[in-house]
């Protein structure tokens, strides 16, 4: 009976290095879009390229939207080993696959079947890509280390869309355990047009700016994330404790 806390010790260590590996899941503390002249549009996070020339489009577009994704890390230990990045797209029905821009909220449009948006890291404060973003803030979240793809399909509405983040997401990631992390995203424009517009590019992610409906973004996180060390001493005492009272 003696070797009973030595047991539950190694029981103890045992539960500890299960959960340390077990997935953890994130949800943002801020997203939003950034216009390319500062400011933003509530309650969306699409990305958007315009052309202006009517009555057919052609020539160079110009990015319009970027958006970004914040999250909190603050309560994470331990090292990330992979990472994953997970996008809700808007069920609202509307004209997806038509190209005609600023009509019913339809959170895909552009003539092609699949647009990518590019994930790229981000320098910018938090509070600043909140509160008051410029042209500095829609520069930076569209620019600098790719961190990977979100693919959008012109039938995705109502779910969750993914994306793998590389190794250099990662490195970041465990860099900024103990505060925030941002993620931006850019729309790779493929250089074709709806067939009716004379506005709108391409946009996708739009939503009905009704916060209410939309589900948060998310960081899943693989690794050795383990609990806070106050967690873990308090565990070793409780065993401690046990072994104690076992002698007596």
Same mark, same amino acid.
């Given at each position: 009976m003696k070797a009973l806390p030595n047991? /539950? /010790? !190694?029981? @103890?260590?045992?539960? &500890?290095?299960t959960n340390a590996y077990a997935d953890v899941t994130i949800d943002h503390t801020y997203r939003s879009n950034v216009r390319s002249n500062g400011g933003s549009l509530a309650g969306s996070y699409a990305v958007? !390229? =315009?052309? @202006?020339?009517?009555?057919?489009?052609?020539?160079?577009?110009i990015e319009r939207?970027?958006?970004?994704?914040?999250?909190d890390l603050s309560g994470l230990s331990g090292t990330i080993t992979g990472a994953t990045l997970r996008v809700w797209v #808007?069920?609202?029905?509307? #004209?997806?696959?038509?190209? =005609?821009g600023n009509q019913t909220g339809a959170p895909y449009q552009s003539s092609d079947s699949?647009? #990518?948006? /590019?994930?790229?890291?981000?320098?910018?404060? !938090?509070?600043d890509l909140v509160n008051s973003p410029t042209a500095t803030e829609f520069a930076d979240i569209g620019s600098g280390n790719l961190y990977g793809t979100l693919t959008v399909n012109d039938d995705d509405a109502g779910e969750?869309?993914?994306? $793998? +983040?590389?190794? *250099?997401? =990662?490195? #970041? &990631?465990?860099?900024a355990i103990g505060g925030l992390w941002s993620v931006g995203g850019a729309l790779d424009f493929n250089g074709s047009y709806g067939a009716n517009s004379n506005f709108i590019s391409e946009r996708v992610l739009h939503d009905d700016n009704n916060e209410l409906n939309d589900l948060?973004? *998310?960081? $899943?996180? @693989?690794?050795? $994330?383990?609990?806070?060390?106050?967690?873990?001493? /308090?565990? +070793?005492? @409780? $065993? !401690?404790g046990w072994a104690v009272l076992r002698r007596r």
């Open positions: 047991v /539950l /010790l !190694a029981a @103890t260590v045992a539960m &500890l290095a958007r !390229a =315009i052309n @202006t020339d009517s009555p057919n489009p052609s020539g160079t577009p939207e970027r958006n970004f994704h914040t999250f #808007d069920p609202k029905d509307g #004209d997806p696959g038509s190209g =005609i699949s647009e #990518d948006i /590019l994930l790229y890291d981000v320098s910018s404060d !938090a509070s969750y869309i993914e994306a $793998v +983040l590389n190794a *250099q997401a =990662i490195a #970041d &990631l465990n860099a948060p973004s *998310q960081l $899943v996180l @693989t690794g050795s $994330v383990v609990p806070e060390p106050s967690s873990v001493l /308090l565990v +070793l005492g @409780t $065993v !401690a």
